[in-house]
């Protein structure tokens, strides 16, 4: 157990309760350490030149005192601070480092201490003070068991000498491991920043303009399609595409003449990715040449696509709004006619602008890419006509319908439900309808689909086509190549279906 030190007297604990000094001794980081051969040499030294028994290397903490290293003793690597001799060592005035006993038995100081009346029964005593950042930390002393007459000047001197080597290995362990650490984080701070860049796809260059050398990272290697080993400038512009390579220059020109930041946006010529470029003149020369160029390369060929789609969305909403709106003043147009009563209008107008409105959301869904023919049929007989029809058969593989084949069709499947419901097989209780297509590939792959009802009423052509039959058939007018055919047989509406289909928006 480590005593408080309340053997010292008052003057010595001042100096070893020092908070200035426990703070350089808890800075070195040494305490508790691994045992080391170049401290253990030291004391070995100390013992053989001073013809000791004992030889220590002391660091003397508030409540004990460690051995950095000890000749002469096994199985011990501390002591109380309350009966060190080196804490005494420590307390001597600046000017005397060293301390000499030699009979502790004789001394006031000692004799009564547990060191000297029990194990190791220490009778001779010379010590010189570790000093470390300016801060006495601890002593370089040898003991013996047996007293001495005498210790030699030439012996202090020796002792003195010794102690200072010891300082000095301390501080240069000290500055050693400092360093070691700080490289520890240097490294771990490159790592950070190299996975950062790697992480944001940024390239990082240093261009020496003199010599045209260019440092750079792993990523700008890549992204420019170079070799490894060294960069020249030449190799980058060669990689640069031929269109963008004069812009490119012309930007670093700037930057050199006018001192503006170097910004530019320029193709890889074996890729074809976007990079934008900044850069900044970071050194100059006395008349104000450039010397070094620093800055980063990133690869924005996403946002650009990006860009070019949301463009060419915005091109195609602003056709398809124009479109539909004509569409919804003919629609509109031709509904009043047939229903001039406010209420019968809106009723059937309603139904065919939400048809219309349904076919928009999906289609903004899916960035105007195409609708599933699925989705179109589920948008009329609900979303569960193939697990749980009601009174349909719907037969066919689903197939991608372009924007315009999508909204005709939904408008052509409007009016033929509402006729069902009204006027068709599914006015009564047992007629069902009957919705089957195919994709035929020649002579121009198309959708071949037929709307067949049966078991309804009795049909009849009429003598004129109501508005729901002209759209039914016009609806398509916009699909090139397209046809719909109206029939109606007395067992039922029959509506055929063409549609031309591009190849690749096979499903």
């Given at each position: 157990?480590?005593?408080?030190g309340?053997d010292?007297?008052?003057d010595v604990?001042r100096?070893?309760?020092?908070?200035?000094?426990?703070?350089?001794?808890a800075?070195?980081?040494?305490?508790d350490?691994?045992?080391?051969?170049?401290?253990e040499?030291l004391?070995r030294t100390?013992a053989?030149?001073?013809?000791?028994e004992?030889?220590?290397?002391?660091?003397?903490?508030?409540?004990?005192?460690?051995?950095?290293?000890?000749?002469?003793?096994?199985?011990?690597?501390e002591?109380?601070?309350?009966?060190?001799?080196?804490?005494?060592t420590?307390?001597?005035?600046?000017?005397?480092d060293?301390?000499?006993?030699l009979?502790?038995?004789?001394?006031?100081?000692?004799?009564?201490?547990p060191l000297v009346?029990?194990w190791?029964g220490?009778?001779?005593?010379?010590?010189?003070?570790?000093?470390?950042g300016?801060?006495?930390?601890g002593?370089?002393?040898?003991i013996?068991?047996?007293?001495?007459a005498?210790?030699?000047?030439?012996?202090?001197?020796?002792l003195?000498?010794?102690?200072?080597?010891?300082?000095?290995?301390?501080s240069?362990?000290?500055?050693?491991?400092?360093?070691a650490?700080?490289?520890?984080a240097?490294?771990?701070?490159?790592w950070?920043?190299?996975?950062?860049?790697?992480?944001?796809?940024?390239?990082?260059?240093?261009?020496?303009?003199?010599?045209?050398?260019?440092?750079c990272?792993?990523?700008?290697?890549?992204?420019y399609?170079?070799?490894?080993?060294?960069v020249?400038?030449?190799?980058v512009?060669?990689?640069?595409?031929?269109?963008?390579?004069?812009?490119?220059?012309?930007?670093?020109?700037?930057s050199f003449?006018?001192?503006?930041?170097?910004?530019?946006e320029?193709?890889?010529?074996?890729?074809?990715?976007?990079?934008?470029?900044?850069?900044?003149?970071?050194?100059?020369?006395?008349?104000?040449?450039?010397?070094?160029?620093m800055?980063?390369s990133?690869?924005?060929?996403?946002?650009?696509?990006?860009?070019?789609?949301?463009?060419?969305?915005?091109?195609e909403?602003?056709?398809?709004v124009?479109n539909?709106l004509?569409?919804?003043?003919?629609?509109?147009r031709?509904?009043?006619?047939?229903?001039?009563?406010?209420?019968?209008f809106?009723?059937?107008?309603?139904?065919?602008?939400?048809?219309?409105?349904?076919?928009?959301?999906?289609?903004?869904?899916?960035?105007?890419?195409?609708?599933?023919?699925?989705?179109?049929?589920a948008?009329?007989?609900?979303?569960?006509?193939?697990?749980?029809?009601?009174?349909a058969?719907v037969?066919g593989d689903?197939?991608t319908?372009?924007?315009?084949?999508?909204?005709?069709?939904?408008?052509?499947?409007?009016e033929?439900?509402?006729?069902?419901?009204?006027?068709?097989?599914?006015?009564?209780?047992?007629?069902?309808v009957?919705?089957?297509?195919?994709?035929?590939?020649?002579?121009?792959?198309?959708l071949?689909?037929?709307w067949?009802?049966?078991?309804?009423?009795?049909v009849?052509?009429?003598?004129?086509?109501?508005?729901g039959?002209?759209?039914?058939?016009?609806?398509l007018?916009k699909?090139?190549?397209s046809?719909?055919?109206?029939?109606?047989?007395?067992?039922?509406?029959?509506?055929?279906?063409?549609?031309?289909l591009p190849?690749?928006?096979a499903?």
């Amino acid at each position: 157990m480590i005593n408080d030190g309340a053997d010292l007297p008052g003057d010595v604990r001042r100096v070893v309760d020092d908070p200035v000094r426990l703070q350089a001794l808890a800075a070195m980081d040494v305490l508790d350490s691994h045992p080391d051969t170049d401290f253990e040499r030291l004391s070995r030294t100390a013992a053989f030149a001073l013809d000791a028994e004992i030889a220590l290397v002391t660091l003397v903490d508030k409540g004990r005192q460690w051995f950095r290293a000890c000749f002469g003793i096994e199985g011990v690597s501390e002591t109380e601070t309350g009966s060190s001799f080196c804490a005494y060592t420590i307390a001597l005035p600046q000017d005397d480092d060293t301390l000499v006993v030699l009979d502790a038995t004789q001394d006031e100081r000692f004799k009564d201490n547990p060191l000297v009346t029990g194990w190791p029964g220490i009778r001779f005593y010379a010590g010189a003070a570790i000093i470390v950042g300016g801060q006495k930390v601890g002593a370089l002393c040898v003991i013996d068991t047996k007293p001495r007459a005498a210790f030699a000047p030439s012996q202090v001197e020796q002792l003195v000498n010794l102690a200072s080597l010891t300082s000095t290995l301390f501080s240069l362990k000290d500055e050693a491991r400092v360093r070691a650490r700080t490289a520890a984080a240097l490294v771990r701070e490159e790592w950070r920043h190299a996975l950062t860049l790697e992480a944001g796809k940024v390239g990082s260059w240093v261009w020496d303009v003199r010599t045209g050398d260019v440092v750079c990272n792993e990523m700008f290697h890549r992204m420019y399609g170079l070799a490894e080993g060294p960069v020249l400038v030449g190799d980058v512009l060669a990689a640069t595409h031929p269109l963008d390579r004069a812009m490119v220059e012309a930007s670093i020109e700037a930057s050199f003449e006018d001192g503006l930041d170097y910004s530019a946006e320029a193709r890889i010529a074996a890729t074809g990715r976007w990079l934008t470029m900044r850069g900044r003149v970071y050194q100059r020369d006395a008349n104000g040449k450039p010397l070094v160029m620093m800055g980063v390369s990133i690869d924005i060929t996403d946002s650009k696509q990006s860009a070019d789609h949301t463009r060419l969305l915005l091109r195609e909403l602003n056709h398809r709004v124009k479109n539909t709106l004509a569409m919804i003043q003919s629609v509109a147009r031709q509904t009043i006619r047939q229903n001039p009563d406010p209420k019968d209008f809106i009723e059937a107008f309603s139904g065919r602008l939400r048809t219309i409105s349904d076919a928009h959301v999906l289609l903004a869904d899916r960035d105007w890419s195409g609708v599933q023919l699925y989705e179109v049929i589920a948008s009329q007989l609900g979303p569960k006509f193939k697990t749980n029809p009601d009174r349909a058969e719907v037969r066919g593989d689903d197939v991608t319908l372009p924007a315009d084949h999508a909204l005709g069709l939904g408008l052509i499947l409007h009016e033929l439900t509402t006729n069902a419901h009204r006027h068709g097989a599914w006015s009564g209780p047992t007629g069902t309808v009957n919705i089957d297509w195919q994709i035929k590939p020649e002579p121009t792959r198309g959708l071949a689909l037929t709307w067949r009802e049966s078991g309804g009423p009795t049909v009849s052509a009429p003598a004129e086509y109501g508005l729901g039959a002209k759209l039914i058939e016009r609806s398509l007018a916009k699909v090139l190549d397209s046809e719909v055919a109206l029939s109606f047989e007395p067992s039922g509406v029959v509506a055929r279906v063409w549609m031309p289909l591009p190849a690749e928006d096979a499903a």
